[in-house]
Every structure is written in C-alpha cells, then in structure tokens.
C-alpha cells in the first residue's frame, strides 16, 4: 500500500469516528483479527478482547440511542469526549511506522473527527426541532448505513471510501443549511400567530 492510501486510509477511518466511534474501532479490531489486513503496530490493540467486547457493547447501545429525538443529541454531546481523540488515534496509529504517534497526524484525525462529529450533532438538532419523528429514524440509519459501507470499502479501496465520506459530509452540510433554513421560516411564521393569540 503507497503513502497515498495509508494518508487516505488514516484520514477515512478519522471521518467515520466522528460518526460512529464504537463501530469504527469494533470494525477494525474485526478486520485485524480476522487476518483481512495488516494493521500497523499502533493499531493492534484494537484486536484485543478487551477494546473488541467493549467497542462492539458501545456500538449497540449507541444503535439504540441514536434512534430517540432529544436522546440522540444528548448522546451526541456526551460522545464529543470518544469521537475527536478516537479519530485522532486512529488516524495516527494508521499513519504511524514505529507505532509512535504523531502530532500531526493526531492534530488531522482530531480535525476529521471533529468536522464528522459536528456535522452529525448539527443534523440531529435541527432534525429534533422539526415536528414529525420519521427523519430522525431516516437519519439515524443512513449513518449506521454509510459507516457499515464505508467501513467495508476503506480497506480494500481508501480514495474511494474516503471520496464518498467527503461527498455525504458536503451533502449533508447542504441538507443541514435547508433545515435550518425550513425550520427558521416555519418559527417565523409561528411567532405571530403565538403574539396574536396572547394579546
């Protein structure tokens, strides 16, 4: 694998942290224990039992979190303190030779991470504040979907996996400025409607 796929690999698995952190880690931790990549030195520890079993029961609880309105942007802020230094460890420990990590490279997982993670926690609020409940579920499985996808693709096809990461956080940025924007309008609208009726 060229210095180009280890930077894309690194860069992807930093972005699907920022969304989901336990299935990112369990993912890994799979794919290395099962023989289907080389991981590097740093990132063998995600192959112990221990990360696995803990990753793989935060994953699931997660799953269910992440499905209730309110409880999934309280999730959300609470999972600030895993995303950003989960996707900076792991983009490191990827970019990393001598399993030594890098400032660098955990400043760019940090960065990655963190864009992700803002992205979907800014989604879900304004998500929250419409009134009908479907979207947050429409939502919520459509990360579970792209970061299963992408995790399954990062591996064997980085560019790519990390090409589509970066296509649905565009998407996504522009999904959020149409809510905000519907959801803006539509409390406008409320507003005078609330005066009028207390005066």
Request: hydrophobic share 55%; proline share 4%; aromatic share 8%.
């Amino acid at each position: 694998m060229t210095e180009a796929h280890i930077f894309a690999l690194g860069l992807a698995l930093a972005c699907l942290a920022g969304v989901r952190a336990y299935l990112t880690v369990f993912g890994v931790g799979i794919a290395g224990l099962m023989g289907w990549v080389d991981l590097p030195s740093a990132l063998a520890v995600t192959t112990s039992p221990w990360v696995l079993g803990t990753a793989g029961a935060l994953a699931v609880v997660e799953f269910g979190a992440d499905k209730i309105p309110g409880v999934d942007s309280g999730w959300d802020l609470l999972q600030t303190l895993a995303r950003i230094p989960a996707g900076a460890f792991l983009a490191a420990a990827t970019l990393s030779d001598d399993g030594q990590l890098g400032a660098g490279a955990l400043a760019l997982g940090a960065t990655a991470a963190l864009g992700t993670h803002a992205l979907k926690a800014t989604t879900r609020a304004v998500i929250n504040a419409s009134p009908e409940p479907v979207s947050n579920w429409t939502a919520s499985l459509g990360e579970d979907a792209t970061a299963l996808g992408a995790l399954a693709l990062v591996f064997a096809h980085p560019f790519i996996a990390l090409g589509l990461l970066l296509t649905v956080m565009v998407l996504g940025a522009l999904v959020v400025f149409a809510l905000a924007r519907w959801v803006w309008r539509r409390g406008r609208r409320l507003l005078p409607q609330a005066d009028a009726s207390t005066a």
